[in-house]
């Protein structure tokens, strides 16, 4: 097979990928954020404290990370057929992969939430801060570069699922290497996706990094105390409004 021929494979592949990849990160940041964010509160010690909910959360969440994608694919085409009309294709493949990132990036908030000081949520209660002040102004601004390498390693581990997504149908890189690479024995163009599936990654991993230690040396730079006069501020503010009604 000639580059002029691969290089049109190549790029619809790319594209399905990156239309895959996209909607299910979008997806899985939408559901998996405050999901991850409500095991934390939810927790013993926490600010609303349920452990029976955070036990049921928690078992979803586990028994959503412990399945692997491929049979989470198969289980889920009622599923997808009912959302989508079809099983098979790149709008098909978006289904299986944002609910299987839904739980592996609740994870990884519930990790990053939990490394924030105490000391700041502590010091927002006592200016009588509620839970959703907590979680705007602490929680959320202290986690977010890690939430930022968390969203990295999500869209990574997603990459990965949308190649296995390619095997059944659901097109894409994943698919162009079996049905070219493997099935019709083209080794070079196999290993064409390969190398771009390598750089992709590599790239994405450059960006997130990047992106995560900016915002950690913007943080340490600026420290808590701003955040701190900030909710003071505004507590006087509040308290002076409540007297002149």
């Not at 889920?76 to 990036?105: D, E, H, Q, Y």
């Amino acid at each position: 097979m000639t580059w002029s021929e691969m290089q049109p494979l190549l790029s619809d592949a790319c594209s399905q990928t990156f239309t895959m990849v996209l909607w299910s990160t979008v997806i899985a940041i939408v559901a998996g954020l405050p999901l991850g964010i409500l095991l934390v509160l939810t927790d013993r010690g926490g600010l609303l404290q349920n452990v029976l909910a955070n036990k049921v959360i928690g078992q979803v969440v586990n028994v959503g990370r412990s399945m692997p994608f491929i049979i989470l694919m198969v289980a889920l085409m009622s599923f997808t057929r009912w959302v989508t009309g079809t099983t098979i294709g790149t709008t098909a493949a978006i289904v299986p992969l944002a609910i299987g990132g839904i739980p592996f990036f609740a994870r990884l908030v519930e990790t990053a939430v939990r490394e924030v000081d105490q000391g700041l949520v502590e010091a927002v209660q006592s200016m009588g801060g509620n839970t959703w002040t907590i979680v705007r102004k602490v929680l959320v601004p202290e986690a977010l570069p890690s939430l930022i390498a968390s969203t990295t390693t999500t869209i990574i581990a997603l990459i990965g699922y949308s190649a296995m997504a390619g095997t059944v149908g659901g097109g894409g890189l994943g698919d162009l290497a079996v049905r070219y690479g493997y099935q019709r024995f083209e080794t070079e163009l196999m290993w064409i996706t390969v190398a771009v599936l390598a750089v992709v990654i590599s790239l994405i991993q450059f960006a997130g990094d990047f992106a995560a230690r900016s915002l950690h040396r913007r943080g340490a730079r600026s420290g808590p105390a701003p955040k701190l006069r900030l909710l003071k501020a505004e507590e006087p503010a509040a308290a002076e409004i409540s007297k002149v009604a």
